[in-house]
């Protein structure tokens, strides 16, 4: 890669960017959590793969055609809220769900069952992110090499959404944040995570299978209540992956677990917990001072992320930006963008700012795999992740496209 203009890379990563490594799609996903809870034996003593079925079931008869919206972070979202209302004789007011007044729970299902349901698809989850973690379907130097290249040439700030670890795998030497060892894991250090800005990073905004809930938390004055520690082990981490004390309030008086990874349809509100609302602050200030923004696999459903990538983009001149994605048939993209919206594509529009649907300064298929609009600085890449990492000269001819790369 010959020089580049930027000193600053923003990369975000989402669940796209971890298929190929072996991370389930989104379907085979759902089968495998559903064999994870109807294997657990607690949850089905409990009721909650009853709950988890009535819940799945009733959210595919609500969206009809398309049952594949049923997935399950709703489905976990709904279990969650329908606990939280759930409350008891005497409770103290400020923990009373204030919807509850206006609302007839009439589904029969008991506190306890929708609590071990979502309880247990947050430990399905974890292990299946960990499972196939531990053995990547693909060889990671691909990956390892375009991390390393892109660190020769810029401070690297990779943000992801991902529970793997295939990106710190591949360079286990970016940074978290965890640098206070202990004894067999690391905390979180909010001063150095701030004062190591420039260094190359790692952060994983909806958690990791490397966090975990150290024990001992009530004798150590250097702990809070609901800290996540980072192991460096996987297998030392799911051991300790799940927390069992008060979770985090809200204030309509009901409260969202703690958990080591972030899933549902509240995930803004779990970002409350450490380390979690440092990545949030430092992704912002990342996204305003990038020099160049690639996206990685990401469908740009998180609007919280979005959000930041919005602000990003507002700058004059634009930021330029690469977006990473996989679509079956390039021809597919040029219909999402111009004639069939999808809520993907709208994002990089609106959001993004890409200005795709300007058809005087994109040229779509503009090389193999690439569409291009050089008037807002923006790239697609449409032929998936891995597709991306085996064609990196392509990478380069398209950053000078898009003014990024002398």
């Not at 909806?206 to 809070?224: A, C, K, N």
Request: contains cysteine; glycine residues 8%; negative net charge.
């Amino acid at each position: 890669m010959t020089q580049l203009q930027y000193k600053r890379t923003l990369v975000i990563v989402g669940a796209g960017a971890s298929v190929d490594f072996g991370i389930p799609m989104t379907s085979n996903f759902s089968a495998a959590l559903d064999k994870e809870l109807q294997s657990d034996g607690y949850c089905v003593q409990a009721g909650g793969w009853d709950a988890y079925k009535f819940v799945k079931h009733k959210l595919e008869e609500y969206y009809g055609e398309e049952p594949r919206e049923a997935h399950f972070e709703r489905i976990y979202h709904v279990l969650h809220e329908l606990s939280a209302l759930k409350t008891t004789e005497g409770v103290v007011p400020k923990f009373k769900p204030v919807l509850m007044p206006f609302l007839k729970l009439d589904h029969g299902l008991t506190r306890e069952a929708l609590r071990t349901a979502s309880g247990s698809m947050i430990k399905a989850i974890y292990r299946i992110a960990s499972t196939s973690s531990g053995s990547p379907k693909c060889d990671l130097k691909i990956l390892s090499d375009f991390l390393q290249k892109l660190g020769e040439h810029s401070i690297p700030k990779i943000y992801t959404t991902n529970y793997d670890d295939f990106f710190s795998q591949a360079a286990p030497y970016l940074f978290t944040g965890f640098t206070h060892e202990k004894d067999g894991f690391h905390l979180f250090s909010p001063a150095d995570f701030l004062s190591g800005w420039d260094k190359p990073g790692l952060f994983h905004v909806h958690g990791s299978v490397h966090m975990g809930f150290p024990t001992g938390q009530e004798r150590d004055l250097e702990l809070d209540l609901g800290d996540l520690a980072w192991y460096g082990r996987r297998e030392d981490a799911i051991k300790n992956a799940h927390y069992n004390g008060s979770g985090i309030s809200r204030l309509d008086g009901t409260q969202l677990e703690r958990s080591a990874i972030v899933t549902g349809l509240d995930k803004l509100g779990c970002l409350q917990q450490s380390p979690f609302l440092f990545y949030y602050a430092g992704l912002t200030r990342d996204a305003i001072e990038a020099d160049l923004i690639v996206v990685l696999g990401s469908g740009l459903g998180d609007l919280h992320l979005n959000s930041c990538l919005r602000s990003a983009r507002r700058k004059n001149p634009y930021t330029p930006i690469i977006y990473v994605g996989f679509w079956a048939d390039e021809n597919d993209f040029e219909s999402n963008v111009r004639f069939d919206p999808t809520d993907q594509s709208i994002a990089m529009i609106h959001d993004l700012r890409m200005m795709l649907e300007d058809t005087n300064s994109t040229t779509f298929n503009a090389h193999l795999g690439w569409t291009i609009n050089s008037e807002s600085k923006a790239a697609v890449w449409t032929r998936g992740f891995k597709a991306f990492l085996e064609a990196p000269y392509t990478f380069e001819l398209v950053l000078k496209q898009i003014g990024a790369l002398s």
